[in-house]
């Protein structure tokens, strides 16, 4: 080779990577993210009002949950505000007002002193402050004379994951368990303190580390201390371990004959395993169980009632101050009364026999978990039982990881129902924060959406549902804006060119999600197993997983009679709620057809016919995720690359998903009503043999892993 | 609160966190860190001499493989050196020293200006050269007047991914797949951009994607264009795709009623699959094929031999320049001949009957990825055909992602050993790489242990296995020590204190393995299934799976006599090294209860018993083990605190498990030899009958992920 000649030849390239670029940002800090503020005066304003922070409580000793409020201030401000900030700890008075967790920021104008006082009760209560005032420093909620009391509404705020011993997540969509079973105990992995971290920052106080579909195993010794590991891990955040128990553990594990809770072997086994496991775990917190359900084991196996079930293991637990929570979900295809109808027939008649360590988990809805349903007639109608809400923050029925819905509004839907139980103004929130019906213990969980994704969700936008659940859970009154407000701005940016379109996006996307699936009050279209897609012709299964079980499309029209006339699932609710309900004029419309079975012809609020507004709702979903996409793109720039180009594929994909199952629900449905599509619908754009033949393999998620 | 008092209790606590502390390392880079230089005038020196990079090709204009060079040393000089290097692209004349993929680094002394100039005959080569460069940099080898000719001696390097079309891995330790099959092809996860990286640093060029349990719907439209999005990404690195094909495919998602290879709809079909498959990668490889092995479907199903198999569909690629990579691992549990003949018994006869484009692919040892075997007596036997190298990174036999093993040493024993098929020298690199026998292709195949971990490998040293892999996959004469210590100083440090315990660790790791778990010629000791712990007793399984079938020993002695007067397995090697492994007195001692069945009281060269020398080989795998925990001890704040911890934490549980090793298997076979155990060899910590009772679950990898 000849220099002269090459370098003649020789074109001078830009280096595209500049050495120290900006890290790539790839969603693992979540919204505990600490970059520097760029606004110098807001920095330079926070970092003067932050020169001191005073971590206060009662006992005003040193400990590994104030090491660890500790850790993240200065982590957060050093990030923030590029301030190395005095932390002290110091004794005060205790604070009723606080509770157990609450906390109190104030101001400290003390001469030439500046800085934030931090005082709870406990020290949990202080990480919980330092975390609140570093989410005003990152939101750019700026104060003058700071003065905030916190104190959570519900006592325990539970992530409930369904992960399997093999590290596969039943509903999870953005990779494997968190927890890596076979290097437990010798390894625990830096991630499990981050979760701990982020739990604790939205102060999540718990959770159950394995499926309801429970293995025994996770109850034997050997995978009690694996246990143990990753709760001496959470520990200093606050959280405390929880484990889905096997009915019929004793047999499987205790080599006993039954697992009848009445069998005094049995009783003993319990007994025994409780003291195990507080030998192991002394804050251990309880069990969570599924009995009776879907081909789980459970007392009534032997006759006894989910009542007798539960307070054996309740006993077992009760001397270490450990509870139960009972899964209420429990249908049967051998009974035929309206599936919707069943956990209320079979647990109202048990309230009042339960041990006051249990505490009955019930779904939002009545079904499960579909994209709207009605609050679960339960809430309310157990008075003497304390319940918990469970909401499934991981997106079974709505899109798994690929689709954008925020589910904000649709806990808000629920919580803020109101039961009529004890009158107006008792609300779902308000039962099961226990202030309805005066319980000392209040419970909520949410069945998570983590995973080993590197950005724990999948969705580079759904972390705001695990966010938001936290939110919720500690302050049910907070909106679902304002949430989503504090989300955005902690996980991308305040800048409003960025934080408006999200905000947009997020606010309207479970409704859109509503609209393009089930709209109208239908519910479980989805195809079989997965539930991923449309499905709203399978008709091969048992009858109560099939769609034509819930939408009952004929000739004459579609929905399920809920009323006097049909299944008259109204009457579990309180009167003012079933004559509501039940009143075709009165129904909230977007209940309709959950309630109803109403002609093709019949008129809506709107003046057009069902058929017309059916299809319309379909298209505006369609419409509402197409509209996302110009929004989105403005941001390019404004972000990273990374979550910019990974939630844009995502759009492209659940517009052209939104388009499917609009056209697969409508050709299926026009094959009942006869009519044609209104103006303003697309032309679908394959036949319905088209959608029907779509067959999905490996869906993440579902069970079995097929 | 009073402040007064506050502050006069109040303790003044150090930040434990500094703001913008060194980053956590966690291993995600590899061996590809680019970290400052910290030795100044090292730094300096480098700088100037690499001022200006020149890419030398007969083209001489841009490409995206290009760019990914530009990328690379922009991004690995700003690192390394903090310089931002001239990078320019000239022509240059072609050379045929350098081949297809090699290349030149060569420096630029012209007047003032320094540099370096890359030159290769295709654009692949400038990059291979860019890492080689990088490398030299990273390393420390410092040079005068650089000239580097560097040129691979096999042409198809690959990795075999033995993923599930459900994200598991079989025989995958590090998480689940890489292949986000359901994102795909709408979304490219940026980790497969640092995965072709990577491969691309050590000369990887090519990828089978699935598992050889092959799922046919791989060959599903649907599919394809999701493995034509991954080919999209790593095309610039040079990586091409290969698919496992399932024999069967034709019926399964053909609707053909048969998968015969001499019926004429299924070479047609066979036909229009490779012909659809290059319509969407145009530089598709080929298939791997595991036919009628272990329950997979083949040719034999319908009385056909391997070759009309592997030619039918060789024939359907080759129009295309596809090849086949039809694997010899077969083996029949109604065949009651020894297991480790039958490959040979099936294979060589079909020499000379495969199409040209068809590779067979063979392991480098006759029985299963122990953790030692002799060679393949495949190897050098069938001249007519090219042959592909099967090596196992992934470690299914040595520990999983637990057991530090640092294979390039038994890698380098299968490529060194002497098959004298063409006389002496005839070394199996030399078979592979075409030498021998002339062939113009050349393939060798490492099973990869990648996987979603953070660290790709799940062990923190276990890269050191992908990387040796690479590195030997294109230059067979490098030795196992020159290659670990070149990961080392990329991957962790080049300062002797790190490097060189971390040397003496990774090169003693194998042998240690060998002799805790199958010393002196022993193999396939695992328990079942996930071959994990020790299962030395197994027996009841097919025979040819269980470990009484190899080990033999009774009351006379130990080992499997493969010479005349046993299965005479030897017949099947040359006659030189079959003299030599048959005659007890020569074979190897490491290989000798491979060969012989040696009693127990048989004096080995160290005048020992067999006996006494099986116990103290354990001891001594147990102590090599033990004795890696003080110099890595001696590492903390050397190295990052995240790959210290783990580590530490793995050799614990590595030290106990070799433990666990010895005592089950001395215990075992002491009820056959009813001899003591010698001086300087450890009591047993549990009793035979404990270690026949445990039972591993959910052990990562294992079939079925049970």
Known sequence: MNFRSCFRFGLLLPGLLAPGAARAEDGYQLWLRYDRIADEPQRAACATALAQIVLATPVGADSPTLAAARDELTAGLGGLLGIKAAIVIEQSAPDAELGDDGFALRAIEHGFRRGVTINANRDIGVLYGAFA??????????????????????????????????????????????????????????????????????????????????????????YLRKVAALANVFRPYGIRVYLSA????????????????????????????????????????????????????????????????????????????????????VYDQNNHDDRVKQAYNEFQPLDGTFRPNVSVQIKNGPLDFQPREPFHPLFGAMPHTPLTLELQITQEYLGGAVHLAFLAPMWKECLEADTFAAG??????????????????????????????????????????????????????????????????????????????????????????????????????????????????????RADWTPVYYHRADAQGLG????????????????????????????????????????????????????????????????????WLPPWASLKGLIDDERFDHVQALLVRQEREARGWRDACLLYFQTFSHRPLPPGVERPEHTLAYYQGIQLQFVPGSPGGK
């Open 424 to 541: 107006p103004g008792s609300t779902v929130a308000r039962v099961i924060d226990g202030s309805v019906d005066h319980h000392p213990d209040s419970l909520i969980a949410g069945v998570a959406n983590t995973g080993t994704d590197r950005n724990w969700c999948g969705h580079p936008l759904a972390s705001a549902n695990w966010y938001a659940f936290g939110r919720l859970a500690w302050d049910h009154t907070l909106g679902a804006d304002a949430i989503a407000d504090e989300w955005i701005r902690m996980t991308f940016s305040s800048d409003p060119r960025v934080e408006q379109p999200i905000l947009q996006m997020l606010l309207s996307s479970r409704e859109a999600v509503v609209n393009y699936m089930t709209p109208l009050g239908l519910a479980h279209l989805m195809a079989t197993d997965h539930h991923y897609g449309p499905g709203p012709w399978v008709d091969n299964l």
């Open 246 to 329: 096997r009915f019929s553990a004793p047999i499987e594990i205790g080599g006993l004959k039954t697992a009848d809770p009445l069998d005094p072997g049995v009783i003993r086994w319990w007994k025994d395993k409780a003291d195990a496991i507080y030998g192991l775990i002394p804050d251990f917190g309880g069990f969570l169980v599924k009995a009776n359900s879907e081909g789980q084991p459970g007392p009534q196996d032997y006759g006894r009632t989910h009542a007798q079930g539960a307070n054996v293991l309740a006993d077992a637990l009760a001397p270490h101050g450990g509870i139960v929570m009972w899964r209420a979900f």
């Open 133 to 222: 005032l570093l989410r005003r420093v990152q939101t750019g909620a700026l104060w003058d004379r700071l003065s905030v009391v916190s104190a959570p509404k519900i006592h325990r705020r539970l992530l409930n994951h369904w992960d399997d011993l093999n590290g596969f997540i039943e509903r999870g969509y953005a990779g494997f368990s968190l927890w890596d079973w076979f290097q437990l105990p010798d390894y625990v992995a830096p991630r499990c303190r981050d979760y701990a971290r982020a739990n604790a920052s939205i102060g999540i106080n718990g959770a159950v580390l394995n499926s309801v579909n429970a293995n025994a195993l996770i109850l034997t010794d050997s």
């Open 560 to 627: 399920f009679d809920r009323t006097a006339t049909g299944s008259n699932a109204v009457s579990q609710y309180a009167p003012p709620v079933a004559q509501r309900f039940a009143d075709l004029a009165a129904c909230p419309e977007n209940l309709l057809l959950w309630f109803h079975h109403v002609p093709w012809d019949y008129r809506l609020h709107s003046g057009r016919t069902l058929w017309d507004e059916l299809c319309l709702h379909y298209q505006e979903g369609v419409n509402r995720v197409r509209g």
